[in-house]
């Protein structure tokens, strides 16, 4: 199994660019997260789906967007990348029964300028 | 959920027993402790959770006080890889606020030769 994968794992954007970070995991959970984690910092929520075709906000959703079409995919999109947006943006899945045990991918790091 | 209070960073010999402190005063009767770490640019992973008995994994073990005011993740035998940021989490319990958890700043763990 590879667990949970991100890709692109670095990505460097110019203001107002936009991209679309993909997350994939072969576990078959049903819920899926985005986070990211500034340096020095803990992770904060973007958003997070608990099925296929179900997405919700959490903690720091502006600026953001996401797709789940297919149960193992979890999409976040920039649509219009700003500097405030360079991070590190980690993916997570988890079993509805262990939602508590959070799988997380190796990260993508983002740099806007 | 509840908030949690961590020290910002601790030290340990390798070969000893790491005791990594949390606060978290304010728990309800229905939240667990949950406690991941974070290896330098990895994505965290899960250790251990509880509710008020103690708790033995392979990874480490946690004890609760009885008022549940308090807990402590202990690391029997620390070695140069357990050198991480570890995160304490309350929250409910399972298939609850689709596994949303709040990582906060964490402690950093130093474990030195």
């Known amino acids: 199994n590879a667990g949970v994968t991100q890709t692109p794992k670095f990505r460097v954007l110019k203001t107002g660019q936009s991209m679309t970070l993909l997350c994939a995991q072969d576990?078959?959970?049903?819920?899926m997260y985005w986070y990211r984690q500034d340096p020095g910092m803990g992770l904060r929520l973007i958003h997070y789906?608990?099925?296929?075709?179900?997405?919700a906000k959490g903690e720091v959703p502006d600026g953001y967007n996401v797709s789940r079409l297919k149960k193992q995919n979890f999409l976040l999109g920039l649509e219009s990348a700003a500097p405030s947006q360079t991070s590190v943006y980690f993916c997570?899945?988890?079993?509805?029964?262990?939602?508590?045990?959070?799988?997380f991918g190796p990260g993508t790091r983002l740099t806007v300028t | 959920d509840a908030k949690t209070t961590q020290p910002t960073s601790m030290d340990c010999a390798e070969g000893r027993a790491a005791n990594l402190p949390c606060n978290h005063s304010?728990?309800?009767?229905?939240?667990?402790v949950y406690w991941y770490r974070q290896i330098h640019s990895q994505g965290p992973q899960y250790i251990i959770h509880?509710?008020?008995n103690n708790e033995t994994n392979e990874m480490a073990s946690l004890i609760i006080t009885e008022d549940r005011k308090s807990s402590t993740l202990i690391l029997p035998h620390a070695t140069l890889r357990d050198t991480a940021v570890y995160y304490c989490?309350?929250?409910?319990?399972?298939?609850?606020?689709?596994?949303?958890?709040?990582f906060g700043d964490g402690t950093t763990l130093t474990v030195k030769p």
């Open positions: 509880g509710l008020k």
């Open positions: 989490i309350v929250r409910v319990a399972v298939r609850t606020n689709a596994g949303k958890s709040t």
């Open positions: 304010t728990i309800s009767g229905n939240e667990y």
């Open positions: 576990m078959n959970h049903e819920y």
């Open positions: 997570a899945s988890s079993d509805r029964d262990r939602d508590y045990e959070q799988y």
């Open positions: 789906s608990v099925g296929e075709g179900t997405t």
